[in-house]
């Protein structure tokens, strides 16, 4: 089609394209914001659930490692579930439950047990975890020996210190740290290793003439230890005997030294069979301290109803797929939302495209006015334009055509008289010239209608103002249609109330009231009147001119102001004037600052009135 508008420009894809832009900036940011907050909050909540589980598993640990059996976990094992808010079981390495926070039924229990408590075998990784998180009661005087066996610290067995061995070493500790406080200014502070014996720790600092300070009771092992150190050694020995390795000599803290004339001429330290000592004394040490720690059992952390415990931010494919289709949902909802949006915006806008090209090929333009929105309302003003487009160009071709009509009767009048005398067929006597002076005169009033007309249409009307006497005004008028009223057989009758003056052009004044008088008269059967009445209404003068004449139609009222518009479409002089005199009043009552307005009633009468300021608001020449 002629004149479309081509796709990149249309309405339709712009608003497509702005609101399809906006909702994927809207889902990206708003899926980047939830992504975020969700992961953040997933990573602290994954980082308590494991900090707790850690403090679970070590508290259980602590507690195998001093009791031989879980009788009395019970209570260990509920404060841990309401400390946690989890759901904390243990069973046997057969799933046989032995301890249980929740008295319900026996829980479902996953497949995978959330770890294996063993002091004798520490998860190394779940054992760093709880004393990274602090939540450890981990002796900072470990053995090295502790950490590398996998055997809990905690778990001392037979070297447990019977009460009077500890008071007796606490004393030497205490003399030790005040001697040396005493001799070095060193402070030393006193911790316990889980057994119960003192370990001094100077912080570091290490005086070499320490030996001045030297404490046997200190750095003898107690008779519950030799004890045990003894049996330990005992088993270590038959270890390495099945072995075939040389003899070592233990140590309190489970280091050792070879014995040198055992020593075996190809056994390294750190030889292929090296590892044979470390092993012989973490198996002899296991089973030396197996009857006194709990048996081996399983730990499951669940959530309170029974599921896992395991929080995971889960975004599998599934979950992919699943907000893939929701952003898509989203985009399409919107597409669909613009697209119908569009089309209803660019639906009118088109209409009126083609009523104005309508209108250019002067074809009737009129677009279908929908709704009272912003288009609806430019619908209709756009109908309102071109009705009244179409009417001044109906009345444009009419003036035209009603100009030519009404010069031509005149001076084709004049001409057939002059040819005719001319011609010797008419005596040119008084009576002919004056009835060709006449057709001249309607010639000439016609032609200074239409000036005054075109002068009023540049506005270039001339005023000269004046204080003007209503009442001598309206009789003077009166006087001057007093013949043709009373050839009319019509009355004429003037009122002014009280003293009315204005400021106004006189002339112009008298030709617009007389143009209404004489309407008037020429309008109302015999025996009827024509009245002219002045009175002050609101600042204003007004004068109304009303008759008793034959009225004028409802649908006709308005457009008696328009030009050469005559109800009597036949154009007889006799029965009408030029067809200009309404328009011509108005233009002069506009240009005093007032307006002519019309009322009538078919059958009654018109009456045509005149509001004028009282002060003159006209525009001066
Ligand atoms: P015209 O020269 O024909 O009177 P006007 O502009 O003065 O032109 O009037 C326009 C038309 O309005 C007249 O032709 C007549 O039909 C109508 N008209 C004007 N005044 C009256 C009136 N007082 N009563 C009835 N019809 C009137």
């Keep these: 089609m002629r004149g479309d508008v081509p796709l990149h420009r249309s309405l339709l894809l712009r608003v497509l394209a702005v609101s399809v832009l906006v909702s994927v900036c809207s889902i990206a940011a708003t899926a980047w914001l939830t992504a975020r907050s969700t992961t953040v909050a997933i990573r602290q909540e994954q980082g308590q659930a494991l900090a707790?589980?850690?403090?679970?598993?070590?508290?259980?640990?602590?507690?195998?490692?001093?009791?031989?059996?879980?009788?009395?976990?019970?209570?260990?094992?509920?404060?841990?579930?309401?400390?946690?808010?989890?759901?904390?079981?243990?069973?046997?390495?057969?799933?046989?439950?032995?301890?249980?926070?929740?008295?319900?039924?026996?829980?479902?229990?996953?497949?995978?047990?959330?770890?294996?408590?063993?002091?004798?075998?520490?998860?190394?990784?779940?054992?760093?975890?709880?004393?990274?998180?602090?939540?450890?009661?981990?002796?900072?005087?470990?053995?090295?020996?502790?950490?590398?066996?996998?055997?809990?610290?905690?778990?001392?067995?037979?070297?447990?210190?019977?009460?009077k061995e500890r008071d007796t070493l606490r004393a030497a500790a205490e003399r030790r740290a005040a001697c040396l406080r005493g001799t070095f200014g060193t402070v030393a502070t006193i911790a316990y290793s889980p057994s119960g014996r003192p370990v001094l720790d100077t912080g570091g600092a290490r005086p070499y003439s320490e030996s001045r300070c030297l404490s046997t009771v200190l750095d003898r092992p107690t008779a519950t230890e030799a004890k045990a150190l003894a049996a330990l050694q005992k088993l270590v020995d038959s270890c390495l005997e099945r072995r075939h390795e040389s003899q070592v000599r233990l140590n309190l803290d489970f280091t050792w030294t070879r014995l040198p004339s055992a020593a075996p001429p190809q056994a390294a330290d750190d030889g292929p069979?090296?590892?044979?000592?470390?092993?012989?004394?973490?198996?002899?040490?296991?089973?030396?301290?197996?009857?006194?720690?709990?048996?081996?059992?399983?730990?499951?952390?669940?959530?309170?109803?029974?599921?896992?415990?395991?929080?995971?931010?889960?975004?599998?494919?599934?979950?992919?797929?699943?907000?893939?289709?929701?952003?898509?949902?989203?985009?399409?909802?919107?597409?669909?939302?613009?697209?119908?949006?569009?089309?209803?915006?660019?639906?009118?806008?088109?209409?009126?495209?083609?009523?104005?090209?309508?209108?250019?090929?002067?074809?009737?333009?009129?677009?279908?006015?929908?709704?009272?929105?912003?288009?609806?309302?430019?619908?209709?003003?756009?109908?309102?334009?071109?009705?009244?487009?179409?009417?001044?160009?109906?009345?444009?071709?009419?003036?035209?055509?009603?100009?030519?009509?009404?010069?031509?009767?005149?001076?084709?009048?004049?001409?057939?008289?002059?040819?005719?005398?001319?011609?010797?067929?008419?005596?040119?006597?008084?009576?002919?010239?004056?009835?060709?002076?006449?057709?001249?005169?309607?010639?000439?009033?016609?032609?200074?209608?239409?000036q005054d007309l075109a002068v009023a249409d540049a506005g270039e009307l001339r005023v000269h103002a004046e204080p003007v006497d209503v009442a001598d005004l309206l009789a003077q008028v009166a006087t001057a249609h007093r013949g043709s009223a009373e050839a009319a057989s019509v009355t004429l009758a003037t009122r002014a109330d009280g003293r009315l003056r204005l400021v106004a052009d006189p002339v112009r004044l008298r030709q617009a009231v007389g143009n209404l008088v004489s309407n008037a008269v020429r309008h109302t059967p015999p025996g009827g009147t024509v009245s002219l009445l002045a009175r002050r209404a609101d600042g204003e003068v007004v004068i109304d001119v009303a008759d008793t004449g034959n009225g004028i139609a409802p649908d006709d009222l308005p457009l008696v102001f328009e030009r050469f518009w005559r109800v009597e479409k036949s154009r007889s002089r006799r029965s009408g004037g030029s067809g200009l005199g309404l328009p011509i009043a108005r233009k002069l009552a506009e240009a005093h600052g007032g307006s002519l307005t019309a009322t009538s009633i078919v059958g009654q009468g018109s009456t045509f009135t005149l509001r004028l300021p009282a002060h003159g608001h006209a525009r001066e020449a």
């Design 52 to 163: 707790d589980d850690a403090r679970t598993y070590d508290t259980l640990l602590g507690y195998a490692a001093t009791h031989p059996g879980w009788g009395g976990a019970g209570e260990i094992v509920r404060q841990l579930a309401r400390d946690t808010g989890r759901r904390v079981t243990l069973t046997t390495e057969r799933r046989v439950p032995l301890v249980d926070s929740d008295s319900g039924p026996p829980a479902k229990l996953p497949d995978q047990p959330t770890a294996s408590i063993d002091p004798l075998h520490v998860d190394t990784v779940l054992a760093a975890a709880s004393s990274s998180s602090g939540t450890a009661g981990s002796d900072a005087s470990l053995p090295q020996a502790a950490v590398t066996d996998h055997i809990d610290p905690r778990a001392v067995g037979p070297f447990l210190l019977p009460r």
């Design 273 to 450: 069979r090296g590892s044979a000592v470390p092993d012989c004394v973490a198996s002899s040490r296991r089973e030396q301290l197996a009857p006194y720690v709990a048996p081996p059992a399983l730990l499951f952390i669940t959530s309170r109803d029974g599921g896992d415990a395991s929080t995971a931010f889960d975004l599998s494919p599934e979950n992919q797929a699943r907000i893939a289709g929701v952003a898509a949902l989203v985009l399409l909802i919107t597409v669909t939302a613009s697209v119908m949006a569009g089309t209803r915006l660019s639906r009118p806008l088109r209409a009126l495209t083609d009523a104005v090209r309508n209108m250019e090929e002067g074809r009737a333009a009129r677009v279908e006015v929908r709704g009272k929105d912003e288009i609806g309302r430019l619908a209709a003003a756009f109908n309102a334009m071109a009705e009244r487009r179409e009417r001044l160009e109906e009345l444009r071709k009419a003036m035209v055509g009603d100009v030519a009509h009404e010069l031509r009767t005149p001076l084709s009048n004049i001409r057939g008289w002059l040819e005719a005398a001319q011609d010797g067929l008419a005596d040119p006597d008084p009576d002919l010239v004056s009835s060709l002076l006449e057709e001249a005169l309607l010639l000439q009033h016609i032609i200074d209608d239409l």
